[in-house]
């Protein structure tokens, strides 16, 4: 019977992890059979997409999970579940199974780590018997040099690994306290996730998709989100920082007008001005003049900028 991640006993007792498999493996329009493992399981997508599904149990309905690339799930010991990857790509992942043991350490145990971090205390509190989370670019480098480091038999240290490991959960427990933090406030975040890539990269001739791609969503999910959030869509909004750039450089610079289309990601110079005319009702020449009529000093053929 499925339970919580973390057992209460392991507050009681000195335990420390024990790693029974580590992989990276790739997956290609697999569905793989209901199974259970006698360990905690994590299944971290590195590239492409994924569904877990879990089967039903005396206290809940069966769950079907989509997982993207830096989302992940932690399973508790003998949660049934099943691995689906459809035609539409690969799935790159990795895996890594635990469970708790007593043994003579002088590293932190579950119980001297929640004793010292509230987040890790929150985190073993917890009552589910599995959580899904998405990595916040923290995780992945701690769970890649534990399974190096585990891999290295020769010159593996049980130091290092049981540091990784407190490492680990310590990363995870920072994720989910961030996590329960954001809560509803979600889809905030991800429309201030979009926000800034279309602030760093507004220059490129980016789309919906490469925005969508960038926050992990779906481009309609986004979309949605997006329009929700911020009373416009997201085509609007990037066109507005454009143009809103495109007048800060005819303002403040001497930038040729001709040139000034490739500073703000327009498709061309035609679309370019016929944008720009829309948004301010006034020619990009027109726009210029307009800020330099009394002070001409410097400006030798103001009226040829930009032909």
């Known amino acids: ?49 994924c569904r877990i599904e879990l089967a039903a149990t005396a206290r809940r309905s069966e769950r079907s999970i ?27 992942m990795l895996n890594v199974e635990f469970d708790m043991r007593e043994k003579e350490t002088a590293f932190p145990s579950i119980r001297q780590l929640a004793s ?16 899904v989370l998405r990595d916040t670019n923290d995780l992945y480098p701690v769970l890649k040099n534990l399974v190096l480091e585990l891999d290295n038999r020769e010159k593996s240290s049980r130091v290092r690994t049981q540091l990784l490991f407190a490492q680990l959960i310590m990363t995870i427990a920072r ?19 979009a926000t800034e890539y279309m602030h760093h990269h507004y220059d490129q001739d980016i789309q919906v998709k490469d925005i969508a791609a960038a926050v992990n969503l779906h481009p309609g999910y986004l979309h949605r989100l997006f329009t929700a959030n911020t009373g416009k869509t997201i085509t609007v909004y990037l066109t507005e920082l454009r143009m ?34 829309k948004y301010t009702n006034q020619t990009p020449i027109a726009y210029r003049n307009s800020f330099h009529t009394h002070n001409m000093d410097g400006w030798s053929n103001p009226e040829g900028i930009g032909k």
């Not at 010292?116 to 959580?131: G, N, T």
């Open 66 to 92: 989509s997982l993207k690339k830096n989302e992940f799930i932690i399973l508790d010991a003998n949660e049934p579940h099943r691995l689906i990857v459809d035609e539409r790509g690969p799935c790159r």
């Open 244 to 277: 809103e750039k495109a007048k800060m450089l005819l303002r403040q610079t001497d930038i040729a007008i001709a040139d000034i289309c490739d500073y703000v990601g327009a498709q061309s110079r035609q679309y370019f001005h016929a944008m720009f005319k």
């Open 175 to 193: 994720i989910y306290s961030d996590d329960l933090k954001q809560g509803a406030n979600a889809a905030d975040l991800y429309v201030k996730q």
């Open 1 to 49: 019977m499925s339970g919580a991640l973390f057992k209460p006993e392991w507050l009681d007792q000195n335990v420390h992890p024990h790693v029974y498999a580590y992989y990276f493996k790739q997956w290609s329009n697999y569905s793989m059979s209901d199974h259970r493992h006698d360990s905690i399981e994590i299944m971290y997508v590195i590239t492409g997409e």
């Open 116 to 131: 010292e971090d509230e987040d890790v205390k929150v985190l073993v509190a917890q009552p589910s018997s599995y959580l």
